[in-house]
C-alpha cells in the first residue's frame, strides 16, 4: 500500500511550524519522523507520533489516514476501521478516504466471523464505490472494486457481470490498467492461462503504478516464472528504483533459472534485514522459503529443511515452505 504524495503535501501546508506535537519536536519534524518511522517499518512508533498530531490537530483527516495506514500495517483491525472512518467523517468527499475505509473494512472481514464478515465485506464494496464514484481516476480504488465483484458472491454483492462491465471502464481510461484488471480477475477464477496473457499486456503497456507491477510480481513468483519475474523487475526499478521489491523478485528469478545464486542469497539476506514489513510486500517466511529452494539448488539438503521449517514457524500455512519441505524429505 503506497502513502499518497497527497499526504506529504497536505502534512507541509497544514500543519505550521510552531505547532509542537511531541516533547521537544515541532510540526515539520514530527510528521518527518512519522514518515521515516513507517519507511523503516516502525510502525508503532509512526502510531504514538501521529497520536500525538492528532491531539493538536483533531480535525485533519490526513493524519487519521495515516493512522489507519499504521494501524493496517500492524494488524489493529478495530483501531484502523475507527481512525479511517475518523477521516470519512471529516472529509467525505476524498476518494482516497473511502478507498482506505474499504480498505481496512475488508481486512476486518477477514478476521471476524461469518456473519461479521458478510457484513463488512458489503460496506467495504461500497465504500470502493463510492471511492470511484467520486475519482474515476482513482485507479486503486476500482483495481479493489474489480477483485471483489470478481472473487466475491452475489449474497455478498459482488458478481461476474459487475466486474466486467468495470473492466472494460478501465480499460477506457488505462490500457495497463485494464490489462491488469482482466488477468487480476481471471487469476480469481483459476484461469491461469488466460491471467498470463493479461499480465503480459499489461506490462508491455507501460503501467504507472509500481505496486500494480510487484502484484504480477507475486503471482509470477508463486507459479514458478522466471521471464516474468525479469520483465516485472525491468519494469518495477523504471518506476521506483528504491523499491526493495526489485532485487527480491530478481533473486527468485535468478534460484529459478539456477544462475548467480550467490548473488541471490545476498540479495535475500540484505531483504530480510532491510526491507520494511508491509501487507503487500513477500513475506519474512516467503523469503526463508527462497532460500530454502536455493539451498535445494545447491543440493544442501539440510540448509533447505532448516530455511522451510524457519518459514513455517513463521507462517504455519505458507505453501511454498510446507510443499518444500515435503519435497525436500522425500529425497
Request: aromatic fraction near 8%; proline fraction near 3%; glycine fraction near 6%.
Amino acid at each position: 500500500m503506497r502513502i499518497s504524495r497527497l499526504i506529504c503535501a497536505a502534512f507541509a501546508l497544514f500543519f505550521p511550524a510552531g505547532v509542537c506535537f511531541a516533547s521537544g519536536m515541532n510540526s515539520h519534524e514530527a510528521i518527518e519522523a512519522a514518515l521515516r518511522a513507517y519507511t523503516q517499518g516502525d510502525y508503532p512508533k509512526a502510531v504514538q507520533i501521529l497520536q500525538a498530531a492528532s491531539q493538536a490537530e483533531p480535525r485533519n483527516g490526513d493524519i487519521h489516514l495515516f493512522l489507519a495506514k499504521n494501524y493496517y500495517e500492524m494488524g489493529e483491525h478495530d483501531r484502523a476501521v475507527a481512525s479511517a472512518e475518523a477521516a470519512v467523517s471529516i472529509d467525505s468527499k476524498s476518494s482516497i478516504y473511502h478507498e482506505w475505509l474499504g480498505r481496512v473494512y475488508g481486512n476486518k472481514a477477514e478476521h471476524c466471523g461469518w456473519l461479521c464478515a458478510l457484513k463488512y465485506a458489503k460496506k467495504s464494496r461500497a465504500e470502493f464505490e463510492t471511492a470511484v464514484q467520486l475519482d474515476e481516476k482513482n485507479f486503486a480504488a476500482m483495481q479493489a472494486l474489480i477483485e471483489y465483484d470478481c472473487s466475491a458472491p452475489g449474497i455478498a454483492g459482488g458478481g461476474d457481470d459487475k466486474a466486467a462491465k468495470e473492466i472494460e471502464k478501465m480499460a477506457a481510461l488505462d490500457v495497463a490498467e485494464g490489462h491488469y484488471a482482466k488477468g487480476n480477475c481471471r487469476r480469481q477464477k483459476k484461469d491461469f492461462a488466460e491471467a498470463d496473457a493479461e499480465f503480459t499486456k499489461a506490462l508491455q503497456n507501460k503501467p504507472k503504478s509500481v505496486d500494480l507491477v510487484y502484484d504480477i510480481g507475486d503471482y509470477a513468483m508463486k507459479r514458478d516464472q522466471a521471464d516474468r519475474l525479469a520483465a516485472v523487475v525491468d519494469t518495477g526499478e523504471k518506476l521506483d528504483e528504491k523499491d526493495p521489491r526489485g532485487p527480491f523478485y530478481l533473486a527468485v528469478a535468478w534460484i529459478l533459472r539456477g544462475e548467480k545464486l550467490a548473488e541471490a542469497e545476498s540479495a535475500i539476506h540484505e531483504y530480510l534485514n532491510k526491507a520494511p514489513r508491509r501487507n503487500n510486500y513477500p513475506s519474512s517466511a516467503m523469503a526463508h522459503c527462497w532460500l530454502g529452494r536455493l539451498a535445494e539448488r545447491q543440493g544442501a539438503r539440510d540448509s533447505a529443511i532448516s530455511e522451510y521449517e524457519t518459514a513455517l514457524k513463521l507462517e504455519p500455512k505458507n505453501r511454498c515452505a510446507g510443499d518444500g519441505l515435503k519435497r525436500v524429505k522425500k529425497q
